[in-house]
């Protein structure tokens, strides 16, 4: 699987200097294979041995085979090893993650190696926070990293008998505030703020709630092209939990401002540039779906028009517009 | 810009793979190896040229990457077994009709079902093998390959559709675990499985709408299709993306021409084969899965393929349809 890597013309030249590079490198690398498979076949669970899982891995860190292999010597000489043997470990992956940061195996030999660590097992967790944070500071989209954010954090929280859903809340803030069109942080605020009312973190709920249609109405009004806040908006005004604790008076008001104001950015956006923002189309629909199964008198249904209009403007996505309407009362 | 299908081309690109035995590349892909066959062979069996490849070897590859100890396959000979490599080994048998080298076997039988079952977890997920890395796509994995053994079981299936069920997010995509953010390729794993088990009926229309909502707007501008928002676009959700429509019978919510013209921009009219996008290094993967968009919306004569095992119907109509 390759990704990203441009297309290159090879003339005769170069493929024979490749061929002739690759030549030393496919020979030391059978060979170490060989030797891998032979200490394998004949149980060998040496220090040596793990030296020899290194040099194979740092040649090829996508080698599973390779990585079980070196689980299954360390555990069983666990006891010969020292704490710098760990340290040493840990420092191991990180080099080759910093190298491959989309391999699998890495990630799943870091965390093995974490879970098996012999001392300080909060203190180890969370210094790997630091690990992570830094991570997503280069690359804040990284789906790795996000997944593994939420894996060190579930275990700092199972060691330290405490929620940190409140620090990460203020994360996710912070990154959204860097990155309006951050999409994995919106898709955690959306974890993170289900998980605090059912657990019944926020004190004052419908405070919390009504800072929240604050922030996205910013949002909005700061940038209303990417899709991110706009799937983060369909979650809030659908969210059942949110719904109910509002006043039946408040979440109309929501709704009703919601759209006012994605009419208002679309009108704005007409007379700039001459161009419908499809988004606020589409979440006008959205909302209009809640008021009809609410029951809200809806004044001036912009349904109908809106789906025919989205035809024409998403042409891409119009046999979905066409199912939309053909559903509409 | 190209806009004809090299298919001529692809055959030879396919049938070259097994020569580059001189690159470094070669042997460095060795922990793929048995699922590039099975790229391949999907890719030739799209393209009507199955017998490019030479049934009795391919085979015997199957057949040295199983692993004795443990059962299930490994991607290479003496290589550890893994659910990946399993699944792959499974559907390179069935394509070409030598399943019954395990399942007329009884102790690979054996050996291997309780190789996929020992893998579930208490809460229906999935590890890949016995070092715990969870992910949907293991569940895809054992319920794909338990599916073409014809040995699923209501005790294996109700707790991996409970836990796939549980990777399904709010905006309509699904996560390699719950709580995880949507991802394309996680879309096929999730739907792809709970087709294959017949449960798709466990989602309600409304959450079907959602889910082809969430996918449709995966479609960016020049045509191709993206995993996540904010992504570029990759051949490679050609097929996660449309797959899952297509489970969902929501094919027509993307423009498949503008989709085509994007995998037909992706290839490479030298030496064949496809790549992520326009102008980048092809390589198998994206071949096949470009191919295979390409037979969902029904380009030109290629074979059909099944958007539910990814494998041409002359193959997946030998699997047994659960329940049985």
């Given at each position: 699987m390759q990704h990203g890597i441009k297309r290159r013309q090879w003339t005769k030249d170069l493929l024979d200097q490749k061929r002739e590079d690759d030549e030393k490198k496919i020979a030391s690398y059978k060979s170490l294979v060989k030797s891998m498979f032979q200490c394998r076949d004949n149980d060998d669970y040496t220090y040596e041995a793990i030296e020899l899982t290194t040099n194979l891995l740092d040649m090829n860190p996508e080698f599973n085979t390779a990585w079980n292999y070196r689980r299954d010597i360390i555990s069983s000489i666990k006891t010969q090893l020292d704490l710098g043997f760990w340290k040493n470990e840990l420092k191991f992956t990180m080099i080759q993650l910093k190298k491959f940061p989309k391999v699998y195996w890495i990630w799943n030999h870091r965390v093995w190696t974490l879970d098996n660590f012999p001392s300080q097992q909060l203190t180890i967790w969370q210094g790997e926070l630091t690990v992570v944070d830094a991570l997503l500071e280069l690359d804040s989209r990284n789906f790795h990293g996000w997944h593994y954010r939420r894996m060190v954090i579930s275990k700092i929280e199972e060691l330290s008998h405490s929620s940190l859903n409140k620090k990460e809340f203020d994360y996710v803030t912070s990154k959204i505030n860097k990155n309006i069109s951050n999409y994995s942080a919106w898709h955690q605020r959306v974890q993170l703020i289900t998980d605090m009312l059912s657990k019944d973190q926020i004190t004052d709920k419908v405070d919390f709630i009504k800072k929240e249609i604050d922030y996205i109405t910013n949002a909005i009004f700061t940038d209303a092209e990417d899709q991110s806040v706009w799937f983060y908006i369909v979650w809030m005004v659908k969210f059942p939990t949110i719904r109910a604790l509002l006043s039946k008076e408040d979440y109309s008001n929501f709704l009703r401002e919601l759209k006012d104001n994605a009419l208002m950015i679309n009108a704005d956006e007409v007379d700039f540039s001459g161009k419908e923002n499809v988004w606020c189309l589409k979440i006008v629909l959205e909302i209009e779906i809640i008021q009809r199964l609410l029951c809200e008198p809806i004044v001036e249904a912009v349904s109908k028009d809106y789906l025919e209009k989205l035809i024409k403007l998403d042409p891409l996505r119009q046999n979905r517009y066409r199912f939309l309407l053909s559903k509409l009362p | 810009?190209?806009?004809?299908?090299?298919?001529?081309?692809?055959?030879?690109?396919?049938?070259?793979?097994?020569?580059?035995?001189?690159?470094?590349?070669?042997?460095?892909?060795?922990?793929?190896?048995?699922?590039?066959?099975?790229?391949?062979?999907?890719?030739?069996?799209?393209?009507?040229?199955?017998?490019?490849?030479?049934?009795?070897?391919?085979?015997?590859?199957?057949?040295?990457?199983?692993?004795?100890?443990?059962?299930?396959?490994?991607?290479?000979?003496?290589?550890?077994?893994?659910?990946?490599?399993?699944?792959?080994?499974?559907?390179?048998?069935?394509?070409?009709?030598?399943?019954?080298?395990?399942?007329?076997?009884?102790?690979?039988?054996?050996?291997?079902?309780?190789?996929?079952?020992?893998?579930?977890?208490?809460?229906?997920?999935?590890?890949?093998?016995?070092?715990?890395?969870?992910?949907?796509?293991?569940?895809?994995?054992?319920?794909?390959?338990?599916?073409?053994?014809?040995?699923?079981?209501?005790?294996?299936?109700?707790?991996?559709?409970?836990?796939?069920?549980?990777?399904?997010?709010?905006?309509?995509?699904?996560?390699?675990?719950?709580?995880?953010?949507?991802?394309?390729?996680?879309?096929?794993?999730?739907?792809?499985?709970?087709?294959?088990?017949?449960?798709?009926?466990?989602?309600?229309?409304?959450?079907?709408?959602?889910?082809?909502?969430?996918?449709?707007?995966?479609?960016?501008?020049?045509?191709?299709?993206?995993?996540?928002?904010?992504?570029?676009?990759?051949?490679?959700?050609?097929?996660?993306?449309?797959?899952?429509?297509?489970?969902?019978?929501?094919?027509?919510?993307?423009?498949?021409?503008?989709?085509?013209?994007?995998?037909?921009?992706?290839?490479?009219?030298?030496?064949?084969?496809?790549?992520?996008?326009?102008?980048?290094?092809?390589?198998?993967?994206?071949?096949?899965?470009?191919?295979?968009?390409?037979?969902?919306v029904g380009f030109h004569d290629l074979v059909k393929i099944n958007p539910t095992y990814c494998m041409t119907y002359d193959v997946t109509d030998k699997i047994p349809k659960y329940p049985y």
């Open positions: - | 810009m190209v806009v004809e299908l090299l298919k001529e081309k692809h055959i030879e690109y396919v049938k070259s793979l097994d020569s580059k035995t001189e690159t470094l590349e070669y042997w460095l892909s060795e922990h793929l190896r048995l699922n590039g066959v099975y790229w391949g062979l999907t890719a030739l069996c799209i393209l009507d040229s199955k017998d490019t490849f030479k049934k009795e070897d391919v085979v015997d590859f199957v057949m040295s990457c199983w692993n004795d100890k443990t059962g299930g396959f490994g991607p290479f000979p003496r290589h550890d077994a893994h659910l990946l490599a399993t699944l792959s080994g499974l559907q390179i048998l069935l394509t070409f009709n030598s399943i019954e080298l395990i399942t007329k076997n009884e102790q690979k039988l054996e050996q291997i079902l309780q190789f996929i079952r020992g893998n579930q977890l208490e809460d229906g997920s999935f590890q890949g093998d016995r070092f715990g890395e969870v992910d949907a796509r293991f569940s895809y994995n054992a319920l794909s390959s338990l599916s073409i053994l014809g040995r699923l079981t209501p005790e294996v299936v109700n707790p991996a559709v409970a836990h796939i069920l549980k990777c399904l997010n709010f905006d309509g995509g699904f996560g390699l675990c719950p709580g995880a953010e949507s991802h394309a390729s996680m879309a096929f794993t999730c739907l792809g499985a709970l087709s294959i088990v017949n449960k798709l009926d466990l989602l309600s229309p409304d959450q079907i709408d959602t889910i082809g909502w969430w996918l449709c707007e995966r479609q960016v501008p020049e045509g191709g299709l993206n995993g996540r928002p904010g992504k570029l676009p990759d051949v490679c959700y050609s097929w996660w993306v449309l797959s899952s429509l297509a489970i969902i019978k929501k094919l027509n919510w993307i423009d498949s021409s503008k989709l085509s013209e994007f995998i037909l921009d992706s290839q490479d009219d030298i030496k064949g084969g496809i790549a992520d996008r326009p102008g980048n290094e092809v390589d198998v993967f994206h071949t096949v899965f470009g191919l295979a968009g390409l037979s969902l």
